[in-house]
């Protein structure tokens, strides 16, 4: 059967219907009126012309592109029709192609019938809507990548590999009481370790992958009234959160998407982490703890005198230490401190900060004359952000630097930290 549809997303100056099966060229021959005959064209040719409603009136003037089997997207004969992209213009055009024998196309179909006539594969048809999808860089790269084959190949190498190791064994059961060796038993241990790689490689892949797609989640955590809004709204550059001196003000989630290099990052406000017998306070806890676990990088935010809140960190997560300080109310200038992650080694699986201490494990350094413009907060978190999603089992200290307006509420805290070995 023949099917056709609008492949153009409405509201555009240009429309693109297409076309494709067996009867995709004379459908379109016989609304199509050009120099030559569609029939006696070559495939991969643009034609010129018009095309005519049934009583002989012209609808539009059209350019038609033409795909014969099996050298086209789908592998049938395939044509496509740019037009106008007035609404009017491609509804009828689709109902003059369905009085000739076409039928409108499911979702997806294109693509299925791409994969069933082997012109894609599982996995490049997935990537499809991948790529259609992809609205920054990261995820676009990825899902191009795929389309083009190359996770179709790293599956085919795995194939042939074990295809491989099937024979040798299969080899040495035949002939098991002959004395003759077909394969060392070193080069079959290596070739098992080395299938087992790539195989956990390629699971390993899936959370990296969705996480580019849907956005890197990162948690913001920390006591009640250090910061932790404050820092969303600057990152975000809007007033996203409720920033407030009464403690609580947060009692759910609230996140955001920003594309920074390239990277799509969902920031994560949490409640603020402390002893309460407020209920829904501790739901909305609840939840802040549930945000730590599912996210990839956690910035823990604290500042002198506030206890630190205790939470597990996998050694898959990343974390950076951001310490906050309040604004003195005599000096109108923003205040500026450089903090730096004081154990910046990789911390033991499951390791649990602990649930009380007077101050956080930052090195405080003197404030900075000349502060870091806020615009390098940005560029510096998605460089830790693109280490966690290729080296998850190490941690990184992010680089992170905000500037509050002297304007705003005495509430506003200001953020800067430091590589290693500035502290």
Same mark, same amino acid.
């Given at each position: 059967?023949?099917?056709?549809?609008?492949?153009?997303?409405?509201?555009?100056?240009?429309?693109?219907?297409?076309?494709?099966?067996?009867?995709?060229?004379?459908?379109?021959?016989?609304?199509?009126?050009?120099?030559?005959?569609?029939?006696?064209?070559?495939?991969?040719?643009?034609?010129?012309?018009?095309?005519?409603?049934?009583?002989?009136?012209?609808?539009?003037?059209?350019?038609?592109?033409?795909?014969?089997?099996?050298?086209?997207?789908?592998?049938?004969?395939?044509?496509?029709?740019?037009?106008?992209?007035?609404?009017?213009?491609?509804?009828?055009?689709?109902?003059?192609?369905?009085?000739?024998?076409?039928?409108?196309?499911?979702?997806?179909?294109?693509?299925?019938?791409?994969?069933?006539?082997?012109?894609?594969?599982?996995?490049?048809?997935?990537?499809?809507?991948?790529?259609?999808?992809?609205?920054?860089?990261?995820?676009?790269?990825?899902?191009?990548?795929?389309?083009?084959?190359?996770?179709?190949?790293?599956?085919?190498?795995?194939?042939?590999?074990?295809?491989?190791?099937?024979?040798?064994?299969?080899?040495?059961?035949?002939?098991?009481?002959?004395?003759?060796?077909?394969?060392?038993?070193?080069?079959?241990?290596?070739?098992?370790?080395?299938?087992?790689?790539?195989?956990?490689?390629?699971?390993?892949?899936?959370?990296?992958?969705?996480?580019?797609?849907?956005?890197?989640?990162?948690?913001?955590?920390?006591?009640?009234?250090?910061?932790?809004?404050?820092?969303?709204?600057?990152?975000?550059?809007?007033?996203?959160?409720?920033?407030?001196?009464?403690?609580?003000?947060?009692?759910?989630?609230?996140?955001?998407?920003?594309?920074?290099?390239?990277?799509?990052?969902?920031?994560?406000?949490?409640?603020?982490?402390?002893?309460?017998?407020?209920?829904?306070?501790?739901?909305?806890?609840?939840?802040?703890?549930?945000?730590?676990?599912?996210?990839?990088?956690?910035?823990?935010?604290?500042?002198?005198?506030?206890?630190?809140?205790?939470?597990?960190?996998?050694?898959?997560?990343?974390?950076?230490?951001?310490?906050?300080?309040?604004?003195?109310?005599?000096?109108?200038?923003? +205040?500026?401190? &450089? =903090? @730096?992650?004081?154990? $910046? /080694?990789?911390?033991?699986?499951?390791?649990?900060?602990? *649930?009380? #201490? %007077?101050?956080?494990?930052?090195?405080?350094?003197?404030?900075?004359?000349?502060?870091?413009?806020?615009?390098?907060?940005?560029?510096?978190?998605?460089?830790?952000?693109?280490?966690?999603?290729?080296?998850?089992?190490?941690? +990184?200290?992010? &680089? =992170? @630097?905000?500037?509050? $307006? /002297?304007?705003?509420?005495?509430?506003?805290?200001?953020? *800067?930290? #430091? %590589?290693?070995?500035?502290?």
């Amino acid at each position: 059967m023949t099917i056709c549809a609008i492949a153009t997303a409405p509201g555009g100056a240009l429309g693109i219907v297409r076309v494709s099966g067996p009867d995709a060229i004379s459908a379109t021959d016989a609304i199509f009126r050009g120099r030559t005959p569609l029939a006696q064209a070559q495939s991969h040719t643009a034609h010129y012309g018009t095309i005519l409603d049934d009583d002989g009136t012209i609808l539009d003037d059209v350019l038609v592109t033409l795909f014969r089997a099996p050298h086209s997207y789908t592998g049938e004969d395939s044509t496509e029709i740019s037009c106008h992209g007035s609404p009017y213009i491609l509804r009828h055009l689709l109902a003059l192609l369905i009085s000739h024998g076409c039928r409108m196309a499911q979702p997806g179909e294109y693509t299925q019938r791409a994969f069933l006539n082997g012109r894609l594969d599982l996995s490049q048809a997935e990537a499809v809507a991948d790529l259609i999808a992809s609205d920054n860089a990261a995820a676009h790269h990825v899902a191009l990548s795929q389309m083009r084959g190359h996770f179709s190949n790293r599956l085919r190498d795995l194939r042939d590999r074990l295809l491989e190791m099937t024979s040798l064994l299969e080899l040495e059961l035949d002939f098991s009481e002959e004395d003759v060796e077909f394969a060392e038993r070193s080069k079959l241990t290596d070739l098992a370790t080395t299938i087992q790689t790539e195989l956990q490689r390629l699971s390993d892949s899936f959370a990296t992958g969705n996480a580019i797609r849907e956005g890197i989640p990162v948690a913001i955590i920390g006591a009640p009234n250090v910061g932790k809004s404050t820092l969303l709204n600057q990152l975000l550059g809007d007033d996203k959160a409720i920033v407030s001196d009464i403690q609580g003000t947060t009692r759910d989630t609230i996140e955001d998407t920003v594309t920074l290099d390239g990277y799509l990052f969902r920031f994560i406000d949490t409640a603020g982490l402390r002893h309460t017998t407020d209920t829904i306070e501790q739901l909305g806890q609840e939840r802040a703890l549930q945000a730590a676990d599912k996210a990839h990088i956690i910035i823990l935010i604290t500042e002198p005198g506030v206890p630190y809140p205790a939470i597990t960190i996998r050694p898959d997560q990343h974390t950076s230490c951001v310490s906050s300080t309040r604004r003195p109310p005599s000096k109108p200038s923003p +205040a500026w401190v &450089s =903090t @730096t992650y004081a154990n $910046s /080694s990789p911390l033991p699986s499951l390791a649990t900060l602990p *649930a009380r #201490s %007077s101050s956080p494990t930052c090195a405080t350094s003197k404030p900075s004359t000349k502060p870091t413009p806020p615009s390098a907060a940005p560029s510096s978190l998605s460089a830790t952000a693109s280490r966690a999603t290729s080296s998850p089992k190490t941690f +990184a200290s992010a &680089s =992170t @630097t905000s500037q509050t $307006s /002297s304007a705003k509420s005495p509430r506003r805290k200001s953020w *800067a930290t #430091s %590589s290693p070995t500035s502290a």
